[in-house]
């Protein structure tokens, strides 16, 4: 049974190209999460929602659009894709904000 | 905002070896967070240790909080621990995010 769960797992584009990755949870869970690791593998939060309300919205480039359609799921849509956006893109969530938090596999974006 | 130091930035061990890998930070915390990034890539959550100590198997983790630093140990090390560990605080201030260090790598060779 896969907890969070993310698709796709690797997404390759062109620049330009708008895309959309995936994510829901089964574990009940109230918050969910979009984070970005970089090449560095440098870990950041770009969002956050609470039973489906946004509640963190990092400094991101407005292409990127979170939408949660229900508390299980916590999309991330990317337009007008640019090579810097190449990266590893982790859902996350916890029971409620500041809980233990479980991660997605992952969806790694190489935009070419 | 809240600043999180992690060291060694790097650590080699053989198998079997014991460490100690610390997470320092600048602010009073709600929520502290080990992982740990598996060579595939998958986070998994270690710890929820905003204070206190933990134990479980052959990982425990310490957190004291009013000299703001944590410690993970790692006892009898094994190749599958390898990877990169990560600590992660959300400051009391009521940023409500998690915010990363840049983690420890760890090499465990056989």
């Known amino acids: 049974d896969t907890a969070v769960s993310q698709t796709p797992k690797y997404l390759v584009t062109q620049m330009g190209n708008d895309k959309s990755i995936k994510c829901e949870q089964n574990l009940g869970h109230d918050t969910m999460y979009w984070y970005k690791q970089d090449s560095k593998k440098f870990l950041k939060i770009m969002f956050s929602y609470n039973n489906k309300e946004l509640i963190i919205n990092e400094t991101v480039p407005n292409r990127f659009s979170p939408k949660s359609p229900d508390k299980a799921h916590l999309n991330l849509h990317i337009n007008s894709l640019e090579l810097g956006d190449s990266a590893v893109y982790f859902c996350?969530?916890?029971?409620?904000?500041?809980?233990?938090?479980?991660f997605g596999p992952g969806t790694r974006l190489t935009v070419l | 905002g809240i600043q999180v130091e992690q060291s060694p930035p790097d650590l080699i061990l053989q198998e079997g070896a014991n460490s100690t890998l610390r997470c320092n930070f600048s602010d009073s915390v709600n929520n502290l967070q080990w992982f740990h990034q598996n060579p595939w890539g998958q986070l998994i959550n270690l710890f929820y240790i905003p204070s206190g100590t933990k134990q479980n198997g052959r990982l425990s983790a310490t957190t004291v909080a009013t000299e703001r630093y944590s410690l993970l140990y790692i006892s009898s090390s094994q190749t599958t621990d390898s990877g990169v560990y990560f600590c992660?605080?959300?400051?009391?201030?009521?940023?409500?995010?998690?915010?990363f260090g840049k983690g420890t790598k760890l090499t465990v060779n056989p």
């Open positions: 996350a969530s916890s029971l409620r904000h500041a809980d233990t938090q479980y």
């Open positions: 992660a605080v959300e400051g009391q201030g009521g940023s409500e995010k998690l915010v």
